[in-house]
């Protein structure tokens, strides 16, 4: 297999970091860790620098970093994904690594159930699929590729050549979740981002991005949600998201969290059927959107649900457009529904 060509941060548009530690991504293993731990790979940004930290061990990093090798070989980390997915593109990332990044990086992964145990991943050769060769890393760089692999994994296991240090590791791709783990019309979040659910356009974005809409947990802070800029024109706010799977709407939560002074007034909720794929405009296709929640009103800072309030006839839906008037903040959207049969 050839090495990668390094690409532009713009191809990986639409796609998730299916190992970011808030949505459960995890360092498992490294085979040294002395200047800097592994877990630092997952954290949010791209790290920083803090000319005169030091540590015992020697300067302060925040990323991964191993000691200097003597001997043959190289050094690895184990990372299980938060969201078993298809990978699309990674991002070795060796921000402020200069002098002691490593000259070269690959990259395997593997599916693995639950039952597996950690000695197995590492020592099991059988295991795993090479899905990045060896490739060379640029230092203090954003060093991105292309994976081309439709397999569904679970876990990646970095590969640095022969040593040095890794700011970050963004693993880029869709959720592949398993819909067979739920019971026969048992509810669930059909636009959660575990359940395949992705947001595809969005009037605007100013203040932060889209994604945080469909993240786990309630929102940490007024900058982890979805926040358009002030509308100064006539029209309103809206942002349209794929469904993990098509499905019945029975019940939708919009949060506020942390929005005081610039919730939305009012929203309210649509839906259609449509075969589009990624990177397919719906903003701008005739779409026959039907109404789901009929315009409401919102409070400042509060979880809302609604259920009564729904159109008797929800679905099923493919994607869903929420409207918000006329702009503002949005914490979280849950989708509560069964899946289309």
Request: hydrophobic share 40%.
């Amino acid at each position: 297999m050839p090495a990668q060509k390094h690409i532009e941060v713009a191809a990986f548009a639409g796609l998730i970091d299916l190992a970011a530690e808030r949505l459960g991504g995890e360092a498992l293993w490294a085979n040294d860790e002395f200047f800097a731990p592994k877990e630092n790979l997952l954290k949010p940004g791209r790290g920083v620098f803090i000319p005169d930290k030091y540590t015992e061990n020697g300067k302060w990093m925040d990323g991964w970093e191993t000691r200097r090798n003597r001997v043959p070989g190289h050094d690895s980390c184990l990372i299980k994904l938060g969201i078993p997915g298809i990978i699309k593109g990674v991002d070795i990332d060796t921000n402020h690594f200069l002098g002691n990044h490593p000259p070269y990086a690959a990259l395997e992964a593997c599916l693995a159930t639950a039952d597996v145990e950690g000695k197995t991943l590492r020592e099991s050769h059988g295991l795993w699929t090479t899905i990045l060769a060896k490739s060379p890393l640029k230092p203090g760089s954003q060093n991105l590729f292309a994976i081309a692999d439709e397999h569904c994994y679970t876990h990646v296991r970095l590969n640095i050549f022969p040593d040095g240090g890794v700011a970050r590791l963004r693993i880029y791709g869709v959720a592949a979740p398993d819909f067979t783990r739920f019971k026969a019309d048992e509810l669930i979040d059909l636009v959660a981002i575990a359940n395949g659910g992705l947001p595809v356009a969005c009037s605007d974005m100013f203040f932060s991005p889209m994604i945080n809409l469909i993240m786990p947990g309630r929102a940490q802070n007024m900058g982890d949600g979805w926040e358009t800029r002030r509308r100064r024109g006539p029209g309103h706010d809206w942002i349209i998201l794929k469904l993990g799977a098509p499905g019945k709407i029975q019940r939708i939560e919009i949060d506020t969290n942390h929005f005081k002074g610039n919730y939305p007034d009012t929203c309210s909720l649509e839906g259609c059927v449509s075969n589009a794929q990624a990177g397919d405009d719906l903003s701008r296709a005739e779409v026959d959107w039907m109404e789901i929640l009929p315009k409401t009103k919102l409070q400042a800072h509060k979880q809302h649900f609604f259920e009564k309030e729904l159109s008797t006839t929800a679905g099923p839906f493919t994607h869903i457009r929420l409207n918000i008037f006329p702009d503002g903040g949005v914490s979280r959207l849950r989708v509560w529904g069964t899946l289309e049969k």
